[in-house]
């Protein structure tokens, strides 16, 4: 068998100084005295709420004036559903049932309120015939044949 020495004591690994430690004043100090190359670079704003902080684009944005909004159904649009509606003798939960959409959506068209969809409009001028799109709002829907 070989003769072990037991005092000797082998190091594997030896840990650096952790992230703060490294950066206290006491290891600046250390490192400079041993003539190591040290950088400090200071940081911008450090421990200060800049998160709000005035930028040139903010003078730029309080000068904009144009209102970002939909576009909505014109009350002509309104009315001429309401017509159609009273003159097939529909309710608006009635007419709502025949497109399969909520009673809610025939009175926001009615209204003014509705964002235009295209799909529920070509729906609700089938339903009642009168057209709701186009320079001729109020006009006879004509049947297109269909294609074969």
Same mark, same amino acid.
């Given at each position: 068998?070989?003769?072990?020495?037991?005092?000797?004591?082998?190091?594997?690994?030896?840990? #650096?100084?952790?992230? !703060?430690?490294?950066?206290?004043?006491?290891?600046?100090?250390?490192?400079?005295?041993?003539?190591?190359?040290?950088?400090?670079?200071?940081?911008?704003?450090?421990?200060?709420?800049?998160?709000? @902080?005035?930028?040139?684009?903010?003078?730029?944005?309080?000068? +904009?004036?144009?209102?970002?909004?939909?576009?909505?159904?014109?009350?002509?649009?309104?009315?001429?559903?309401?017509?159609?509606?009273?003159?097939? *003798? @529909?309710?608006?939960?009635? @007419? !709502?049932?025949?497109?399969?959409?909520?009673?809610?959506?025939?009175?926001?068209?009615?209204?003014?309120? !509705?964002?235009?969809?295209?799909?529920?409009? *070509?729906?609700? +001028?089938?339903?009642? #015939? @009168?057209?709701?799109?186009?320079?001729?709002?109020?006009?006879?829907?004509?049947?297109?044949?269909?294609?074969?």
């Amino acid at each position: 068998m070989a003769e072990s020495d037991w005092d000797t004591v082998t190091v594997l690994r030896k840990k #650096g100084p952790t992230a !703060a430690q490294a950066k206290s004043k006491q290891a600046i100090t250390g490192a400079q005295r041993r003539g190591e190359e040290v950088e400090t670079t200071k940081k911008w704003s450090a421990g200060q709420n800049k998160q709000h @902080l005035v930028t040139k684009n903010t003078a730029k944005l309080d000068r +904009e004036t144009e209102e970002l909004h939909h576009d909505r159904v014109s009350l002509e649009v309104g009315k001429v559903i309401q017509i159609g509606r009273q003159e097939k *003798g @529909l309710t608006q939960k009635d @007419l !709502a049932t025949k497109i399969n959409e909520k009673p809610q959506v025939i009175a926001d068209y009615e209204a003014g309120r !509705a964002i235009p969809n295209n799909q529920v409009m *070509g729906k609700i +001028e089938r339903a009642i #015939g @009168l057209k709701l799109r186009g320079k001729d709002i109020g006009l006879p829907l004509e049947a297109k044949p269909k294609k074969k």
